[in-house]
T-cell receptor, first 116, second 112 residues
Framework: NAGVMQNPRHLVRRRGQEARLRCSPM?????VYWYRQLPEEGLKFMVY????????ESGMPKERFSAEFPKEGPSILRIQQVVRGDSAAYFC??????????????FGNGTRLTVT | QKEVEQNSGPLSVPEGAIASLNCTYS??????FFWYRQYSGKSPELIMF??SNGDKEDGRFTAQLNKASQYVSLLIRDSQPSDSATYLC????????????WGAGTKLIIKP
């Protein structure tokens, strides 16, 4: 049973370009979460999605950032017109249910975005 | 404001000793507590979770929860060099099924 798959592992973008980060959840998991991690800091919640629905995007900047989890295919986190401050590790996690008490998160290996 | 605090370390412990990692949180409405281990450049992986006051043991790991004092700790017995990593504490509050608030992590170094 494959784990959570994220790609690319490393992504370099120039300021102003678009970054697209992909996440395929574990088989049987329909709940996907995106987190951002800066060096020496904890994980910051960005967005929670179920298939075709955004449940909670309260942690995501309202401008330039968007996320989707289509019926078919991986979840996508899109960052438009990237700036240097967007440089971070972006982790995707999945779970079979929303209740973390009974279904803890499984994380992918992350995408490390560097904006030059 | 919900906050989770951890000493960033590094915490240096000799091989074979007990490593003690602490985490404090800000609000009494908390419900569940999770310890994750993260190796450098890798993803967090779940070690243990605890809901009730007291101790919960799993192999060399023991989680200790004290809700009155608002802290949760992780003890690692017989520390091994492979335990060297950053340990992240995460707290889930009662008002959400899925929102976790994360500490910044404690870097643990086990010296052979």
């Amino acid at each position: 049973n494959a784990g959570v798959m994220q790609n690319p592992r490393h992504l370099v973008r120039r300021r102003g370009q678009e970054a697209r980060l992909r996440c395929s959840p574990m088989k049987g998991h329909s709940h996907v979460y995106w987190y951002r991690q800066l060096p020496e800091e904890g994980l910051k919640f960005m967005v929670y999605l179920q298939k075709e629905n955004i449940i909670d995007e309260s942690g995501m900047p309202k401008e330039r950032f968007s996320a989707e989890f289509p019926k078919e295919g991986p979840s996508i986190l899109r960052i438009q017109q990237v700036v240097r401050g967007d440089s971070a590790a972006y982790f995707c996690a999945s779970s079979p249910r929303s209740d973390h008490n009974n279904s803890p998160l499984h994380f992918g290996n992350g995408t490390r975005l560097t904006v030059t | 404001q919900k906050e989770v605090e951890q000493n960033s370390g590094p915490l240096s412990v000799p091989e074979g000793a007990i490593a003690s990692l602490n985490c404090t949180y800000s609000d009494r409405g908390s419900q569940s507590f999770f310890w994750y281990r993260q190796y450098s450049g890798k993803s967090p992986e779940l070690i243990m979770f605890i809901y009730s006051n007291g101790d919960k043991e799993d192999g060399r790991f023991t989680a200790q929860l004290n809700k009155a004092s608002q802290y949760v700790s992780l003890l690692i017995r017989d520390s091994q060099p492979s335990d060297s990593a950053t340990y992240l504490c995460a707290v889930k509050w009662e008002d959400s099924n899925y929102q976790l608030i994360w500490g910044a992590g404690t870097k643990l170094i086990i010296k052979p």
